[in-house]
């Protein structure tokens, strides 16, 4: 069974894709191995459409594995990735959570650099959270509402 993680960023799906699995595959570290440099970098280069093709690429291969997969928050922006995540056979989690939750997050996150992050203002990232909540939602087969909640409550609630 294959399982995938989808959620704005700063929702925590590389760390419950850690809890779930220790073979779990993280996408967007899959797309740094393929391009070659950080995935920040080659936004800037290149820019967010030649980013979301190559994300499409792997996410089609993806879909053949089984295991725990964590997305890249934008996922869900394109009709062909919410197409072949419905298509496939696997359960896709929402981590749901409020956009001021999220901001603190992302905020906080001296490790992980988020192209759209550094880019953007509040205003304009939670225009691009707003978009995309009904996305996640319409393709999810289970909604977990993470705010408040530890990583391991959030398994347990998973598993159930």
Known sequence: MTTFLIG????????????????????DYVI?????MPISTFFAEAGEGAF?????QVLEELS???????????????????????????EIIYLKSDFDTLYQQISMDTTNVRPLF?????????EIFETRAPLYEEIA??????SGKTPEEIIKEIRR
Not at 52 to 56: A, K, L, T, V
Not at 118 to 126: A, G, N, V, Y
């Open 64 to 90: 053949q594995n089984e295991g725990v997969i964590a997305t890249g928050g934008g996922i869900v922006t394109s009709d062909d990735n919410r197409r072949i995540l419905s298509n496939a056979e696997a």
């Open 32 to 36: 740094v191995e393929r391009i070659g």
């Open 52 to 56: 979301r093709e190559i994300e499409s």
């Open 141 to 146: 087969t289970q909604i977990i509402t993470i």
């Open 118 to 126: 550094i880019d953007k203002s509040r205003e304009e990232l939670q």
């Open 8 to 27: 704005f960023m700063g929702s925590g799906k590389t760390t419950i894709a850690q809890l779930l699995a220790e073979d779990f595959i993280d996408m």
